[in-house]
C-alpha cells in the first residue's frame, strides 16, 4: 500500500507552481501526467479520491455528470471506485483551472491530454484556447479603457457645473 501512494505522490504535484506575484501565480505547469506503466489498480472510493486531489466528493460527481470523470468501475451497491488514472485527471482539470479555462473548455480538450505521451495535441488546442482569451482581454481592456476615458470627462463636466453654481 505505502508503495502506491509513493508512486501517486511520484505521479506529479497537484500543481508545479513556479512563481507568485501578487497573489497570483504566474507560471502553472500542466503537464500533469500518469505513467501508464505502473500498476494502476489499486481502487479508491470516491472519499480517498477526493483527499488525495484537493476536492469534495461532491465535486467529483459534478464532474462525472459533466462527463469530464468517470469511475474506472462500480461494484457491489454501487460504489464508484476509482484509479490513479482519475487522480491524474481531477490534477488536469484542476491545473486548466488555474489556467482560466471553463469546465466547458476543460471537457473539449481534457481527453486530448490522455491520447497521446506527449501531449501535443492537447497543449495545441489549449494554446488555441488561451490565444483566444488574451484577444478577448485585449478587447476588454479597450473597452474598459474607453468607458475610463468618458467616465473622467463626465466628472469633470459634473465637477466643473457644479463650480460654476456655487461661485456668486
Same mark, same amino acid.
Given at each position: 500500500?505505502? %508503495?502506491?501512494?509513493?508512486?501517486?505522490?511520484?505521479?506529479?504535484?497537484?500543481?508545479?507552481?513556479?512563481?507568485?506575484?501578487?497573489?497570483?501565480?504566474?507560471?502553472?505547469?500542466?503537464?500533469?501526467?500518469?505513467?501508464?506503466?505502473?500498476?494502476?489498480?489499486?481502487?479508491?472510493? #470516491?472519499? %480517498?479520491?477526493? %483527499?488525495?486531489?484537493?476536492?469534495?466528493?461532491?465535486?467529483?460527481?459534478?464532474?462525472?455528470?459533466? /462527463?469530464?470523470?468517470?469511475?474506472?468501475?462500480?461494484? /457491489?451497491?454501487?460504489?464508484?471506485?476509482?484509479?490513479?488514472?482519475?487522480?491524474?485527471?481531477?490534477?488536469?482539470?484542476?491545473?486548466?483551472?488555474?489556467?482560466?479555462?471553463?469546465?466547458? %473548455?476543460? /471537457?473539449?480538450?481534457?481527453?486530448?491530454?490522455?491520447?497521446?505521451?506527449?501531449?501535443?495535441? /492537447?497543449?495545441?488546442?489549449?494554446?488555441?484556447?488561451?490565444?483566444?482569451?488574451?484577444?478577448?482581454?485585449?478587447?476588454?481592456?479597450?473597452?474598459?479603457?474607453?468607458?475610463?476615458?468618458?467616465?473622467?470627462?463626465? #466628472?469633470?463636466?459634473?465637477?466643473?457645473?457644479?463650480?460654476?453654481?456655487?461661485?456668486?
Amino acid at each position: 500500500m505505502l %508503495e502506491i501512494a509513493e508512486k501517486a505522490v511520484a505521479l506529479q504535484p497537484r500543481l508545479t507552481l513556479d512563481s507568485l506575484v501578487e497573489g497570483r501565480y504566474t507560471q502553472i505547469n500542466v503537464n500533469v501526467k500518469v505513467d501508464t506503466k505502473e500498476n494502476l489498480t489499486e481502487k479508491m472510493r #470516491i472519499g %480517498e479520491l477526493a %483527499e488525495k486531489a484537493g476536492v469534495t466528493p461532491r465535486t467529483i460527481r459534478y464532474y462525472e455528470n459533466l /462527463g469530464l470523470l468517470s469511475p474506472s468501475e462500480r461494484e /457491489g451497491k454501487g460504489f464508484r471506485y476509482y484509479t490513479e488514472a482519475e487522480l491524474a485527471r481531477l490534477r488536469k482539470i484542476d491545473a486548466l483551472q488555474s489556467l482560466g479555462l471553463s469546465l466547458e %473548455e476543460i /471537457g473539449s480538450i481534457l481527453d486530448l491530454f490522455f491520447q497521446e505521451p506527449t501531449m501535443l495535441r /492537447g497543449k495545441q488546442k489549449l494554446l488555441e484556447i488561451l490565444m483566444a482569451h488574451l484577444q478577448e482581454t485585449d478587447e476588454k481592456i479597450i473597452a474598459l479603457t474607453q468607458f475610463r476615458s468618458e467616465l473622467q470627462a463626465n #466628472i469633470a463636466k459634473v465637477q466643473q457645473y457644479i463650480e460654476q453654481v456655487s461661485q456668486p
